[in-house]
């Protein structure tokens, strides 16, 4: 069957929100004597979060009560300026460049709201090269759960064995995994290291392979017949 699309997680992969979420809320904890734990905060990566409330966790943490809209303010200036940097990530232009060229459908399925996924596209200039978003906003379950994919999958009138997810943490690869999608595993600075015993394959940078050799482990040509 022939690859008709190529599905974007966000976060991690296209921009790298990830790390400037973590850094602004690691400095918060600093301020107030403690270290951010940064397992127990990567293990919410790549699904809705809810699974670690940093605001509860730092006043476990530090012992006391403390005013959770001067918290969140704080976080949110010094998660501001970081963002200012962010820049697309290596490889990501090229093979959107390389499916578009080649007909497929180029679309973004992620977890975070799609305000958040709007934003931040809008700020690298890069709304326009993606045909489809699914977000949280679309889904009643996100990741690990299989339905963002469900759904963008219907959206595109697409067959999952037809399409090519890439994401960047265990809870997307599960998700695209379920889905029964060809799933490539590019993890992230806050994601290294983490296991992806089920990814196809592996890349330590999207820039580090070309979209077509990964197309042809996706969905390799059949021999010409005699």
Same mark, same amino acid.
């Given at each position: 069957?022939?690859?008709?699309?190529?599905?974007?997680?966000?976060?991690g992969?296209?921009? %790298?929100?990830? &790390?400037?979420?973590? /850094?602004?809320? !690691?400095?918060?904890? #600093? +301020?107030?004597?403690?270290?951010? =734990?940064?397992?127990?905060?990567?293990?919410?990566?790549?699904?809705?979060?809810?699974?670690?409330?940093?605001?509860?966790?730092?006043?476990?943490?530090?012992?006391?009560?403390? %005013?959770?809209? &001067?918290?969140?303010? /704080?976080?949110? !200036?010094?998660?501001? #300026? +970081?963002?200012?940097?962010?820049? =697309?990530?290596?490889?990501?232009?090229?093979?959107?460049?390389?499916?578009?060229?080649?007909?497929?459908?180029?679309?973004i399925?992620?977890?975070?709201?799609?305000?958040?996924?709007?934003?931040?596209?809008?700020?690298? /200039?890069?709304?326009?090269?993606?045909?489809? +978003?699914?977000?949280?906003?679309?889904?009643?379950r996100?990741?690990?759960?299989?339905?963002?994919?469900?759904?963008?999958?219907?959206?595109?009138?697409?067959?999952?064995?037809?399409?090519?997810?890439?994401e960047?943490?265990?809870?997307?690869?599960?998700?695209?995994?379920?889905?029964?999608?060809?799933?490539?595993?590019?993890?992230?600075?806050?994601?290294?290291?983490?296991?992806?015993?089920?990814?196809?394959?592996?890349?330590?940078?999207?820039?580090?392979?070309?979209?077509?050799?990964?197309?042809?482990?996706?969905?390799?040509?059949?021999?010409?017949?005699?």
């Amino acid at each position: 069957m022939r690859i008709e699309a190529l599905l974007f997680d966000f976060d991690g992969l296209v921009v %790298d929100t990830e &790390t400037a979420d973590f /850094e602004s809320w !690691r400095q918060v904890y #600093e +301020l107030h004597g403690v270290e951010l =734990p940064r397992e127990e905060w990567v293990a919410s990566i790549g699904t809705d979060g809810s699974a670690f409330d940093p605001h509860a966790v730092l006043e476990r943490m530090a012992g006391r009560k403390l %005013d959770e809209g &001067t918290l969140r303010t /704080e976080r949110r !200036r010094r998660r501001a #300026e +970081l963002f200012e940097e962010l820049e =697309p990530l290596p490889g990501v232009e090229d093979w959107v460049e390389a499916a578009r060229s080649r007909g497929l459908t180029v679309s973004i399925v992620s977890s975070s709201p799609r305000w958040w996924v709007e934003d931040h596209l809008a700020r690298v /200039e890069l709304r326009s090269l993606f045909s489809f +978003l699914t977000t949280a906003d679309d889904v009643e379950r996100v990741k690990p759960h299989p339905d963002p994919y469900h759904c963008a999958l219907a959206r595109q009138g697409c067959a999952s064995a037809a399409a090519v997810a890439v994401e960047d943490s265990p809870n997307g690869l599960a998700a695209a995994k379920t889905a029964g999608l060809f799933c490539v595993a590019v993890p992230g600075p806050m994601t290294l290291g983490l296991p992806f015993p089920d990814a196809d394959l592996v890349l330590d940078s999207l820039a580090s392979r070309s979209l077509e050799s990964v197309l042809e482990l996706a969905a390799p040509a059949r021999p010409r017949e005699e």
